[in-house]
């Protein structure tokens, strides 16, 4: 086959072998689904959200009751028990009440957050799609550069010994430094695809991170068609790590009402039993029974109440503010992706309809020149140099193309799993 294949030409099974799942032939939404099967920061947000949910339960119970027993007036000159009337075995309890609201409130407090941690393994699963995918396209990149200069290789071979043949039976224009030029070029072909490999070894240890072990990269290939991203479009809004926020604020919101709650007194009911002995003539002496009620007055709230309410709403505040940072951070990147997206639309249509063509046509020329002894050697191998460039940087294109819908879907990721399974989906795995 002749250099000059077009990159396009690609197949539709995309595979990749990989040892952390039994050598199985992968795809690349089977990759990230094993990416997010053992991403330990997965597992550790679960961990994290089991614990505020239980922790919730618990700030929604009033606390315990506290039981106090107790010898009280015992006479010291002799220490007997039924000597004085006011001698008593006294059991009491006493139970504290929550100020207002605020087992509620903390309560739901506690369920806002934990409600969040869901929506961040949204988020998260969807940054490690991309993240993988760019990994995988890397991989991808380096392998095919490597089978077009191994192409690249055997023609450059080939002219080689042309030019030697030429050269030996002096037949034709072929100089020794023709020979020369061919075996640089060959040597060069020799460096570069030194260099891909190790690039491609560099993408299987990066890969490695997210699979568990060194994936053993085989056959890779892009879909035939992009996918659209508008098919994907919503709200950006609906991110999850925005969504994330709102969750956030809605906690830190119910942490103003739960620092008003302090404004409130704290009332506490108590009770006491107290026994006495009969008296030492034989008397008998009533047993004693107490009730009662305690509360504490919040008058100097100066410098405790006012200043946690304060604290609170000042820290609402920086979170909505981090959320209109995060807000204005993604719209920004999504614009800039969707500009860059626009240009390589236009740089694949350029390169496929025109440049390429016009680089085949060219080397076409020089080689068909050199053959009847009208051009020359050098022009043969710039022509095959320029067109092996022009491929590869199609080639680039294209992997830059699908790098960049990746990122760009994730903009508007909106449900869990389930989205990202369609946005893999749409990306060609």
């Not at 990759?31 to 597992?43: C, E, F, R």
Request: avoid cysteine; proline fraction near 3%.
């Amino acid at each position: 086959m002749y250099l000059y294949q077009k990159v396009m030409a690609l197949l539709a099974i995309t595979t990749l072998s990989s040892p952390v799942l039994a050598q199985e032939q992968l795809t690349l939404e089977m990759a990230i689904k094993a990416a997010h099967k053992y991403d330990p920061w997965l597992v550790g947000n679960r961990h994290t959200q089991q614990a505020i949910e239980a922790m919730s339960v618990a700030a929604g119970t009033m606390d315990d009751p506290r039981v106090s027993i107790g010898m009280v007036n015992l006479a010291t000159d002799s220490f007997d028990f039924s000597q004085e009337p006011m001698t008593q075995l006294k059991v009491g309890v006493s139970q504290m009440l929550p100020r207002g609201d605020s087992l509620a409130i903390k309560q739901n407090q506690l369920s806002l957050t934990a409600s969040q941690h869901p929506l961040l393994r949204q988020d998260r699963r969807a940054k490690v799609a991309v993240e993988v995918a760019k990994l995988w396209l890397d991989a991808y990149k380096a392998q095919q550069s490597i089978v077009l200069i191994e192409q690249s290789r055997v023609l450059f071979e080939q002219l080689a010994d042309v030019a030697q043949a030429s050269y030996s039976t002096a037949i034709g224009k072929t100089r020794q430094q023709d020979i020369v030029r061919a075996e640089l070029e060959l040597t060069r072909l020799e460096d570069r695809l030194a260099m891909l490999k190790h690039h491609l070894v560099m993408s299987s240890k990066k890969l490695s991170q997210w699979l568990g072990e060194m994936p053993v990269l085989q056959s890779l290939s892009l879909p035939k068609q992009l996918p659209n991203v508008q098919e994907s479009a919503g709200e950006l809004a609906n991110h999850p790590a925005l969504k994330a926020l709102e969750q956030k604020i809605k906690a830190s919101s119910s942490g103003i009402t739960l620092a008003k709650q302090k404004y409130k007194p704290q009332w506490g009911l108590n009770a006491s039993y107290g026994y006495r002995d009969n008296a030492p003539m034989g008397g008998s002496r009533a047993d004693l029974f107490s009730v009662g009620v305690s509360f504490d007055i919040p008058i100097f709230t100066d410098n405790r109440q006012d200043k946690e309410v304060q604290s609170a709403i000042s820290s609402t505040e920086a979170v909505k503010s981090d959320k209109l940072h995060l807000l204005r951070q993604l719209t920004a990147l999504m614009q800039t992706t969707k500009a860059h997206l626009h240009r390589l639309h236009e740089r694949h249509t350029l390169y496929n309809d025109r440049l390429l063509p016009q680089i085949h046509e060219q080397a076409e020329a020089s080689l068909t020149a050199y053959t009847n002894d009208e051009g020359n050697f050098t022009d043969v191998v710039r022509g095959r140099i320029a067109e092996l460039d022009g491929q590869i940087e199609a080639l680039g294109i294209d992997v830059d193309t699908q790098k960049t819908l990746i990122q760009l879907n994730y903009f508007f990721i909106t449900s869990g799993d389930h989205q990202v399974a369609k946005t893999i989906q749409r990306t060609g795995a």
